[in-house]
Nanobody
């Protein structure tokens, strides 16, 4: 599975961005999709994950109520809608996929990162 993340950019505090993660090489409809982020000089951290059907989602506490993960299996794409962005959300965001539910960094498949910069 190859994953391609996109949608990052520069946004002001309080603004919104939507990240996309396009999967190729196989159907992603049976995979759990996740988003992680890594800020400068920090470890990569879990942001959100979604089950294959989209019925189950899980979020890290810092983004609950502001970020929404979703997916469109017909398009083999997962999304991360980010609202009310804060300076501390600045990071490189990575998408990941696996056959099982995880909130750890041990996902099997990873995409390249997309940079999100929130200016105050």
């Amino acid at each position: 599975v190859q994953l391609q993340a996109s949608g990052g950019g520069l946004v002001q505090t309080g603004g919104s961005l939507r990240l996309s993660c396009a999967a190729s090489g196989r159907s992603s409809s049976s995979l759990y999709m996740g988003w992680f982020r890594q800020a400068p000089d920090k470890e990569r951290e879990f942001v959100a994950t979604i089950s294959p059907s989209g019925a189950i989602t899980r979020y890290a506490d810092p983004v609950k109520g502001r970020f929404t993960i979703s997916r469109d299996n017909a398009k083999n794409t997962a999304y991360l809608q980010m609202n009310s962005l804060k300076a501390e959300d600045t990071a490189v965001y990575f998408c990941a996929a696996d056959l099982v539910f995880k909130v750890s960094r041990s996902y099997v498949y990873w995409g390249q990162g997309t940079l999100v910069t929130v200016s105050s």
